[in-house]
């Protein structure tokens, strides 16, 4: 059964503060690595992706990526009170040859306080 | 561009009835998934197709969902019968080449009364 884990939170950072959301992976074999925000009653948007390991940084956004750890992660620097919301981690599993589905984790709630 | 488009965005069945979700995937996007989220829980893989094959339905409940995504029209997710348990958002997302990542529509809010 492959499984994603990630701490359900709140986690809750003061205005201006680095937020750090976690997940691991059970699947060694994953490839691709996404991280999605959703705000309540929403759907899912996508922010970042990952594929290497190291870091990856977009904006405020940085994603890291450790394979030997199964383990990805996401800073959000300068936190903003928008950026309260759901992050779900993703991690593709090949369904087959032809292509993948991905699997996500119940999302870690990020509140940001003014 | 439009993006992916699901409709309706809310359904109200009584049990027993049937619930037909609809989903046009991005505009060059061949690459269809059908996601299921309860309330408090994360999203659940349900099945993935691609134009006029079911690649993958092994997050299909056995009885009473199916789905489709005929070679004109939108990707069609069926559920016959439909009990209060059925009463969740349901998500579809699509992407073009494998790896790609998925984008998401604005999901159908399925109550079954």
């Known amino acids: 059964q492959k499984e994603v884990e990630q701490n359900s939170g709140p986690l809750s950072v003061p205005e201006g503060a680095i937020a750090s959301l976690n997940c691991t992976y059970s699947?060694?074999?994953?490839?691709?690595f996404f991280w999605y925000r959703q705000y309540s009653g929403k759907s899912p948007e996508l922010i970042m992706f990952i594929y290497s390991n190291g870091d990856k940084e977009d904006g405020r956004f940085t994603a890291q990526l450790n394979k030997a750890s199964q383990y990805v992660s996401l800073l959000i620097r300068d936190s903003q009170p928008s950026d309260s919301a759901t992050y779900l981690c993703?991690?593709?599993?090949?369904?087959?040859?032809?292509?993948?589905?991905?699997?996500f984790g119940k999302g870690t709630t990020l509140s940001v306080s003014s | 561009n439009a993006g992916v488009m699901q409709n309706p965005r809310h359904l109200v069945r009584r049990r027993g009835q049937e619930a037909r979700l609809r989903c046009s995937p991005m505009?060059?996007?061949?690459?269809v998934y059908w996601y299921r989220q309860l309330p408090e829980e994360g999203l659940k893989f349900m099945v993935y197709l691609q134009k006029e094959n079911i690649i993958d339905e092994s997050g299909m409940p056995k009885e009473r969902f199916s789905a489709e995504f005929p070679k004109e029209g939108p990707s069609i997710l069926r559920i016959q019968q439909v009990v209060r348990g059925d009463s969740a958002a349901y998500f579809c997302?699509?992407?073009?080449?494998?790896?790609?990542?998925?984008?998401f529509g604005n999901g159908t809010r399925l109550t079954v009364t």
């Open positions: 699947d060694r074999g994953s490839q691709s």
């Open positions: 993703a991690v593709n599993a090949l369904a087959n040859q032809a292509g993948t589905a991905l699997i």
């Open positions: 997302a699509s992407h073009g080449r494998d790896n790609s990542p998925l984008h």
């Open positions: 505009k060059g996007h061949s690459h």
